[in-house]
Protein backbone atom coordinates (compact mmCIF):
# COMPACT_ATOMS: atom_id res chain seq x y z
CA UNK A 1 0.00 0.00 0.00
CA UNK A 2 3.05 2.49 0.61
CA UNK A 3 4.64 1.47 -2.17
CA UNK A 4 1.73 2.35 -4.35
CA UNK A 5 1.22 6.24 -2.57
CA UNK A 6 4.76 6.65 -3.04
CA UNK A 7 4.17 5.61 -7.08
CA UNK A 8 1.13 8.04 -7.03
CA UNK A 9 3.31 10.84 -5.09
CA UNK A 10 6.52 10.95 -7.73
CA UNK A 11 3.79 10.33 -10.60
CA UNK A 12 2.79 13.87 -9.58
CA UNK A 13 6.13 15.28 -9.32
CA UNK A 14 6.84 14.15 -12.77
CA UNK A 15 3.98 15.21 -14.30
CA UNK A 16 4.83 18.45 -12.45
CA UNK A 17 8.10 18.91 -13.25
CA UNK A 18 8.49 16.90 -16.27
CA UNK A 19 6.26 17.65 -18.67
CA UNK A 20 8.57 17.50 -21.69
CA UNK A 21 9.54 13.99 -20.88
CA UNK A 22 7.81 11.13 -23.37
CA UNK A 23 4.71 9.61 -21.71
CA UNK A 24 6.28 6.40 -22.46
CA UNK A 25 9.41 7.04 -20.76
CA UNK A 26 8.25 8.93 -17.65
CA UNK A 27 8.40 5.66 -15.93
CA UNK A 28 12.47 5.68 -15.60
CA UNK A 29 12.40 9.74 -14.01
CA UNK A 30 9.28 8.06 -11.35
CA UNK A 31 12.02 5.36 -10.68
CA UNK A 32 14.58 7.53 -10.39
CA UNK A 33 12.71 9.61 -7.45
CA UNK A 34 12.14 6.20 -5.75
CA UNK A 35 15.28 5.59 -5.60
CA UNK A 36 16.60 8.88 -4.06
CA UNK A 37 13.62 8.29 -1.61
CA UNK A 38 14.90 5.13 -0.58
CA UNK A 39 18.34 6.11 0.24
CA UNK A 40 17.42 8.60 2.67
CA UNK A 41 16.84 6.02 5.22
CA UNK A 42 20.64 5.19 5.14
CA UNK A 43 21.62 8.38 5.68
CA UNK A 44 23.13 7.49 9.23
CA UNK A 45 24.95 4.16 8.33
CA UNK A 46 26.33 5.77 4.98
CA UNK A 47 27.46 8.84 6.66
CA UNK A 48 27.89 8.61 10.34
CA UNK A 49 28.50 5.46 11.51
CA UNK A 50 30.31 4.35 8.58
CA UNK A 51 30.88 0.37 9.50
CA UNK A 52 30.11 -2.70 6.88
CA UNK A 53 26.50 -3.16 6.66
CA UNK A 54 25.26 -3.32 3.41
CA UNK A 55 24.70 -6.26 0.92
CA UNK A 56 24.53 -5.17 -2.82
CA UNK A 57 22.61 -7.52 -4.75
CA UNK A 58 21.53 -7.44 -8.54
CA UNK A 59 20.02 -10.19 -10.64
CA UNK A 60 19.05 -7.80 -13.45
CA UNK A 61 20.58 -7.52 -16.96
CA UNK A 62 24.59 -6.75 -17.80
CA UNK A 63 24.45 -3.43 -18.83
CA UNK A 64 22.42 -1.74 -15.38
CA UNK A 65 24.86 -3.88 -13.16
CA UNK A 66 28.06 -2.27 -14.95
CA UNK A 67 26.19 1.09 -14.65
CA UNK A 68 24.79 1.30 -11.81
CA UNK A 69 24.76 -1.57 -9.38
CA UNK A 70 28.83 -2.44 -9.67
CA UNK A 71 29.84 1.23 -9.16
CA UNK A 72 27.10 1.47 -6.12
CA UNK A 73 28.45 -1.57 -4.88
CA UNK A 74 32.29 0.18 -5.48
CA UNK A 75 31.34 3.21 -3.75
CA UNK A 76 30.20 1.49 -0.56
CA UNK A 77 33.77 -0.09 -0.60
CA UNK A 78 35.41 3.08 -0.71
CA UNK A 79 33.00 4.22 2.03
CA UNK A 80 34.05 1.44 4.58
CA UNK A 81 30.53 0.20 4.51
CA UNK A 82 30.47 -2.65 2.12
CA UNK A 83 29.33 -6.05 3.83
CA UNK A 84 29.22 -8.16 0.83
CA UNK A 85 27.74 -8.67 -2.68
CA UNK A 86 25.41 -11.03 -4.50
CA UNK A 87 24.87 -10.90 -8.62
CA UNK A 88 25.04 -13.52 -11.65
CA UNK A 89 27.07 -15.76 -12.57
CA UNK A 90 30.63 -15.40 -13.82
CA UNK A 91 30.99 -11.74 -11.53
CA UNK A 92 33.68 -12.31 -9.25
CA UNK A 93 35.99 -10.67 -10.87
CA UNK A 94 33.68 -7.61 -11.52
CA UNK A 95 33.15 -7.58 -7.96
CA UNK A 96 37.17 -7.45 -7.16
CA UNK A 97 36.97 -5.50 -4.09
CA UNK A 98 33.88 -6.69 -2.34
CA UNK A 99 34.79 -8.60 1.09
CA UNK A 100 32.44 -11.60 0.25
CA UNK A 101 31.13 -11.90 -3.23
CA UNK A 102 28.18 -14.70 -4.05
CA UNK A 103 27.46 -15.95 -7.31
CA UNK A 104 23.63 -17.19 -6.77
CA UNK A 105 21.65 -16.20 -9.70
CA UNK A 106 21.81 -18.45 -12.97
CA UNK A 107 19.96 -16.66 -15.03
CA UNK A 108 19.34 -12.41 -15.34
CA UNK A 109 15.82 -11.26 -14.87
CA UNK A 110 14.24 -8.01 -16.48
CA UNK A 111 12.18 -7.80 -12.61
CA UNK A 112 15.93 -7.55 -11.51
CA UNK A 113 16.30 -4.04 -13.47
CA UNK A 114 13.62 -2.59 -11.06
CA UNK A 115 16.07 -2.59 -7.69
CA UNK A 116 15.39 0.69 -6.12
CA UNK A 117 17.78 -0.28 -3.20
CA UNK A 118 20.27 1.17 -5.92
CA UNK A 119 20.54 5.19 -6.36
CA UNK A 120 19.77 4.83 -9.96
CA UNK A 121 18.46 2.32 -12.30
CA UNK A 122 17.97 1.78 -16.02
CA UNK A 123 17.98 5.46 -17.55
CA UNK A 124 17.31 8.80 -16.15
CA UNK A 125 17.03 12.31 -16.05
CA UNK A 126 19.93 12.86 -13.84
CA UNK A 127 23.08 11.22 -13.67
CA UNK A 128 24.31 13.02 -10.62
CA UNK A 129 25.11 10.44 -8.56
CA UNK A 130 26.07 10.70 -4.83
CA UNK A 131 26.99 6.96 -4.51
CA UNK A 132 28.45 5.86 -7.40
CA UNK A 133 32.29 5.11 -7.84
CA UNK A 134 33.92 4.46 -11.17
CA UNK A 135 35.30 0.90 -10.60
CA UNK A 136 38.93 0.68 -12.09
CA UNK A 137 39.28 -2.31 -14.46
CA UNK A 138 41.44 -1.59 -16.46
CA UNK A 139 43.97 -1.14 -13.47
CA UNK A 140 43.47 -4.11 -12.40
CA UNK A 141 43.08 -6.06 -15.16
CA UNK A 142 46.09 -4.53 -17.22
CA UNK A 143 48.42 -7.87 -18.01
CA UNK A 144 51.23 -8.67 -20.20
CA UNK A 145 50.10 -11.29 -21.60
CA UNK A 146 47.21 -9.67 -24.29
CA UNK A 147 49.79 -7.32 -25.55
CA UNK A 148 50.66 -7.42 -29.48
CA UNK A 149 52.85 -5.16 -32.24
CA UNK A 150 50.22 -2.98 -33.31
CA UNK A 151 47.60 -1.46 -31.14
CA UNK A 152 44.64 -3.60 -29.54
CA UNK A 153 41.10 -2.59 -31.11
CA UNK A 154 37.95 -4.87 -30.12
CA UNK A 155 35.43 -4.87 -31.56
CA UNK A 156 32.21 -6.09 -29.56
CA UNK A 157 29.60 -6.87 -31.63
CA UNK A 158 26.29 -8.83 -30.54
CA UNK A 159 23.05 -10.30 -32.51
CA UNK A 160 20.43 -10.63 -30.10
CA UNK A 161 16.47 -9.95 -29.65
CA UNK A 162 15.90 -6.86 -28.62
CA UNK A 163 12.62 -5.43 -27.37
CA UNK A 164 10.83 -8.67 -27.79
CA UNK A 165 11.70 -8.54 -31.79
CA UNK A 166 14.65 -9.31 -34.17
CA UNK A 167 17.83 -7.24 -33.69
CA UNK A 168 18.11 -3.64 -34.45
CA UNK A 169 21.36 -2.71 -33.82
CA UNK A 170 24.45 -4.66 -34.55
CA UNK A 171 27.04 -5.36 -36.54
CA UNK A 172 26.70 -6.96 -40.03
CA UNK A 173 28.69 -8.67 -42.24
CA UNK A 174 28.73 -5.94 -44.80
CA UNK A 175 29.65 -3.37 -42.20
CA UNK A 176 32.51 -5.71 -40.50
CA UNK A 177 33.53 -5.59 -43.91
CA UNK A 178 34.18 -2.31 -44.56
CA UNK A 179 35.64 -1.73 -40.89
CA UNK A 180 37.99 -4.80 -40.67
CA UNK A 181 39.43 -3.72 -44.69
CA UNK A 182 39.99 -0.17 -43.19
CA UNK A 183 41.34 -0.99 -39.91
CA UNK A 184 43.44 -4.38 -40.07
CA UNK A 185 46.58 -2.89 -41.35
CA UNK A 186 47.13 -0.41 -38.49
CA UNK A 187 45.70 -2.34 -35.44
CA UNK A 188 45.09 -5.82 -33.78
CA UNK A 189 41.93 -6.42 -34.38
CA UNK A 190 40.42 -9.00 -31.49
CA UNK A 191 36.12 -9.59 -32.39
CA UNK A 192 34.38 -10.58 -29.37
CA UNK A 193 30.32 -12.11 -29.51
CA UNK A 194 29.54 -14.12 -26.84
CA UNK A 195 28.25 -17.34 -27.15
CA UNK A 196 25.34 -18.78 -25.03
CA UNK A 197 27.48 -20.88 -22.74
CA UNK A 198 30.28 -18.45 -22.05
CA UNK A 199 27.59 -15.92 -20.79
CA UNK A 200 24.69 -15.55 -17.75
CA UNK A 201 21.80 -15.42 -20.12
CA UNK A 202 18.69 -13.13 -19.04
CA UNK A 203 15.42 -12.70 -21.62
CA UNK A 204 16.93 -11.59 -24.81
CA UNK A 205 17.68 -14.59 -27.32
CA UNK A 206 21.09 -14.62 -28.77
CA UNK A 207 21.03 -15.51 -32.90
CA UNK A 208 23.06 -16.98 -35.26
CA UNK A 209 25.00 -14.15 -37.73
CA UNK A 210 27.22 -16.99 -39.39
CA UNK A 211 29.79 -13.66 -38.55
CA UNK A 212 32.83 -16.43 -37.18
CA UNK A 213 32.86 -18.67 -40.06
CA UNK A 214 32.98 -15.93 -42.25
CA UNK A 215 36.11 -14.18 -40.71
CA UNK A 216 38.00 -17.31 -40.32
CA UNK A 217 37.28 -17.33 -44.27
CA UNK A 218 37.81 -14.16 -45.12
CA UNK A 219 40.13 -12.45 -42.48
CA UNK A 220 41.95 -14.91 -41.08
CA UNK A 221 44.10 -12.31 -38.72
CA UNK A 222 41.34 -11.29 -36.97
CA UNK A 223 41.65 -13.34 -33.29
CA UNK A 224 38.58 -14.12 -32.14
CA UNK A 225 38.23 -13.68 -28.31
CA UNK A 226 36.58 -17.07 -28.17
CA UNK A 227 39.92 -18.66 -29.45
CA UNK A 228 42.03 -16.76 -27.17
CA UNK A 229 39.42 -18.49 -24.42
CA UNK A 230 40.14 -21.90 -25.53
CA UNK A 231 44.29 -21.19 -25.13
CA UNK A 232 43.31 -18.98 -21.95
CA UNK A 233 47.10 -18.81 -21.71
CA UNK A 234 46.30 -16.53 -18.51
CA UNK A 235 44.40 -19.01 -17.19
CA UNK A 236 40.94 -16.84 -17.21
CA UNK A 237 38.40 -18.33 -14.54
CA UNK A 238 35.89 -17.70 -16.98
CA UNK A 239 35.00 -16.05 -20.12
CA UNK A 240 34.00 -12.69 -18.46
CA UNK A 241 37.06 -12.61 -16.53
CA UNK A 242 39.39 -13.09 -20.11
CA UNK A 243 37.23 -10.28 -21.30
CA UNK A 244 38.34 -7.69 -18.86
CA UNK A 245 42.20 -8.97 -18.92
CA UNK A 246 42.09 -8.63 -23.02
CA UNK A 247 39.81 -5.21 -22.71
CA UNK A 248 42.50 -3.83 -19.95
CA UNK A 249 45.27 -4.02 -22.73
CA UNK A 250 43.26 -2.39 -25.48
CA UNK A 251 42.58 1.83 -26.30
CA UNK A 252 40.02 1.46 -29.32
CA UNK A 253 36.41 0.22 -29.26
CA UNK A 254 33.48 -0.80 -31.34
CA UNK A 255 30.71 -1.64 -29.75
CA UNK A 256 26.91 -2.02 -29.62
CA UNK A 257 24.81 -0.70 -26.72
CA UNK A 258 23.84 -2.91 -23.73
CA UNK A 259 25.99 -4.18 -21.46
CA UNK A 260 28.22 -4.97 -24.80
CA UNK A 261 28.83 -1.05 -25.01
CA UNK A 262 28.51 -0.46 -21.29
CA UNK A 263 31.85 -2.83 -20.76
CA UNK A 264 33.77 -1.54 -23.72
CA UNK A 265 33.59 2.05 -22.12
CA UNK A 266 35.18 0.59 -19.13
CA UNK A 267 38.56 1.02 -20.32
CA UNK A 268 39.52 4.43 -20.91
CA UNK A 269 40.35 5.36 -24.82
CA UNK A 270 37.83 5.54 -26.91
CA UNK A 271 35.03 3.74 -27.45
CA UNK A 272 32.31 4.06 -30.92
CA UNK A 273 28.90 2.67 -29.80
CA UNK A 274 26.25 1.85 -32.04
CA UNK A 275 22.70 2.49 -31.20
CA UNK A 276 20.21 2.89 -33.36
CA UNK A 277 17.48 3.26 -31.26
CA UNK A 278 16.75 3.09 -27.29
CA UNK A 279 15.70 5.37 -24.39
CA UNK A 280 19.15 5.73 -23.74
CA UNK A 281 19.00 8.42 -27.27
CA UNK A 282 16.48 10.56 -25.28
CA UNK A 283 18.23 10.52 -21.90
CA UNK A 284 21.62 11.36 -23.83
CA UNK A 285 23.39 8.00 -21.70
CA UNK A 286 25.68 8.13 -23.77
CA UNK A 287 27.27 11.83 -23.12
CA UNK A 288 26.56 12.11 -19.72
CA UNK A 289 26.80 8.84 -18.29
CA UNK A 290 28.84 6.31 -20.55
CA UNK A 291 32.34 9.18 -20.48
CA UNK A 292 32.21 8.71 -15.99
CA UNK A 293 33.18 4.56 -16.50
CA UNK A 294 36.79 5.75 -16.99
CA UNK A 295 36.55 8.89 -18.90
CA UNK A 296 36.62 7.37 -22.15
CA UNK A 297 35.67 9.33 -25.43
CA UNK A 298 32.02 7.92 -26.22
CA UNK A 299 30.96 8.49 -30.03
CA UNK A 300 27.62 7.50 -30.63
CA UNK A 301 26.30 6.20 -34.30
CA UNK A 302 22.59 6.18 -35.11
CA UNK A 303 23.19 4.60 -38.19
CA UNK A 304 25.68 2.60 -40.16
CA UNK A 305 26.78 5.17 -42.20
CA UNK A 306 27.57 7.44 -39.20
CA UNK A 307 29.25 4.21 -37.40
CA UNK A 308 31.93 4.24 -40.61
CA UNK A 309 32.20 8.12 -40.55
CA UNK A 310 33.43 7.81 -37.24
CA UNK A 311 35.61 5.39 -38.00
CA UNK A 312 37.22 7.23 -40.67
CA UNK A 313 37.37 10.25 -38.37
CA UNK A 314 38.71 8.81 -35.29
CA UNK A 315 40.36 5.27 -35.69
CA UNK A 316 42.37 5.89 -39.02
Not at 29 to 41: G, L, N, P, S
Not at 200 to 218: A, H, K, R, V
Not at 296 to 314: G, M, N, P
Request: net charge neutral; proline share 5%.
Amino acid sequence: MFEKILNKIFSLIVFLRHREVPAELKYFVRDTYHCRFRQFKYFFKDYLVKKPYKTVAFQGEFAPELQFALPFAYWHYKNGTLKSTVASKYTKELYFFSPDHQEQFDTRTNEGNYDFEIPRILYSHDYDMSKWEPVPLKDVYANDIYKFEKPVLVIANRYNMEWDGPPISFFSIEVLDKIIRSLKDKYTIIYNRPRPQNITMDNSDIYELNDYEWLQQEFPEVILMEDLFKENKAGARNFNHLQLMVYANASKFLSIHGGTATLASYFGGSNIILSKQGPEHYFNCYQKLYPQFSNAAIYHAKTDEQLISYVQQHYI
